[in-house]
């Protein structure tokens, strides 16, 4: 059977058909046949190499949602039919120290779902079971697919860091922002949003925010106000003045990665004891976790649907700043091939 999906052949180039022949199926994989995925600033970051890490001709896509249709010899749990979503990682080698406590994400053999491995901007992926997650039924699959990469990617510093007393910062409202403020206020936080437009104000608002502010007045506005301040822009701002709102033993944590090297004196982080740290994704309990606890609270990503033969006008859409709040593409039975797609939504 040959897989299709849509690749770039060189760093920064545009997206366009590309197909290969899947290696047979592991023992302990599944094969799902893709219906959404959704597009996560990584995947530029990816298509455009500045990781360095990226191999081409690559397919991006870590946010799948699709139905199983083959299981290998060896699969337990999952069965064909069952509708299940991949995030950013799609093995781990299951028997280090992370792997044992749940904690996957810093497995050092974790494997990335479109890094040297064809992503979900096709019509089928294959993945170890334990990284295909069952998606809560009454979840819509479009809705589903952010939550796969954004929304484990904000939740998880949100319950390592957060209590229903916090004062929560989301900077910049996009991707993972946007589901910040949901999550952070269903968790009950005083919630406040920083964002270089304006007009995003009344959405964010609408999301779960208690206060919005510029991100150029945000420093001065919000001094001294946060617990945790949640940074999911990767451009380089004035640190030293964020970490100026934060409350003594406040955190900052990295989402997305500026590209400068963090200007910080020591003396700044002494005197209030506060903490700098990162987050990447979440473990597989941790997947499951927040897949139930946005089911259960009513946490939606904004989404806006187009076909995946639409890749390159999302992803300029994507660059240009003009997505509100993600864009998710959907295949289509006539675009890829003669594909028997399952009917969306009729989850199980
Ligand atoms: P996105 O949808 O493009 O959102 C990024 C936001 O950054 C924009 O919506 C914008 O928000 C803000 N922004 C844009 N230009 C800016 C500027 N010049 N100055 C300040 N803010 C600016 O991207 P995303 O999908 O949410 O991803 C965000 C970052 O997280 C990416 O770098 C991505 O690679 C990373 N990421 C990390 C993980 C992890 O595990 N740590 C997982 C997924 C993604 P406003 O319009 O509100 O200003
Ligand atoms: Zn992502």
Not at 109 to 121: K, P
Not at 150 to 173: F, H, I, Q, W
Not at 241 to 263: A, I, M, S, Y
Request: proline share 6%; with cysteine; glycine share 12%.
């Amino acid at each position: 059977m040959t897989y299709h999906g849509y690749a770039a052949a060189h760093p920064g180039a545009a997206l366009s058909p590309h197909s290969w022949e899947p290696e047979a199926l592991g023992e302990r994989e599944v094969e799902v046949a893709i219906s959404h995925c959704g597009l996560c600033h990584s995947d530029l970051h990816l298509v455009d190499n500045s990781w360095r890490v990226s191999a081409y001709p690559l397919v991006p896509g870590h946010e799948v949602v699709g139905k199983v249709t083959r299981v290998g010899a060896s699969v337990r749990v999952l069965r064909v039919g069952q509708r299940v979503g991949v995030g950013w990682q799609s093995d781990s080698c299951g028997h280090c120290e992370y792997c044992l406590r749940g904690e996957e994400n810093l497995c050092p053999e974790l494997r990335a779902t479109a890094i040297r491995r064809h992503g979900g901007l096709a019509d089928h992926i294959a993945v170890d079971e334990r990284f295909a997650h069952p998606i809560p039924e009454g979840l819509p699959s479009e809705a589903a697919a952010p939550l796969l990469c954004a929304g484990a990617t904000v939740y998880a510093p949100l319950r390592r860091y957060a209590s229903p007393s916090s004062r929560v910062g989301v900077l910049g409202v996009g991707g993972l922002g946007h589901l910040a403020l949901q999550f952070a206020r269903a968790m009950g936080c005083e919630v406040t949003a920083f964002s270089t437009r304006e007009e995003k104000a009344a959405e964010a608002r609408a999301m779960g925010a208690h206060h919005f502010h510029t991100t150029a007045s945000g420093p001065r506005r919000a001094k001294g106000a946060l617990d945790l301040l949640l940074v999911t822009v990767h451009h380089d701002l004035d640190w030293r003045k964020w970490l100026n709102t934060l409350r003594p033993d406040g955190v900052l944590c990295f989402l997305g990665g500026p590209e400068q090297p963090l200007n910080i004196p020591p003396g700044a982080l002494i005197g209030g004891q506060r903490t700098i740290t990162g987050s990447a994704i979440t473990g597989r309990a941790g997947m499951r976790e927040m897949l139930a606890f946005a089911s259960r609270n009513g946490i939606v990503p904004r989404t806006e649907l187009m076909g995946m033969d639409q890749i390159n006008e999302a992803m300029e859409r994507l660059r240009r700043g003009e997505v509100r709040y993600r864009v998710v593409l959907h295949t289509q039975r006539d675009e890829l091939g003669e594909l028997d797609l399952p009917t969306e939504d009729s989850p199980g």
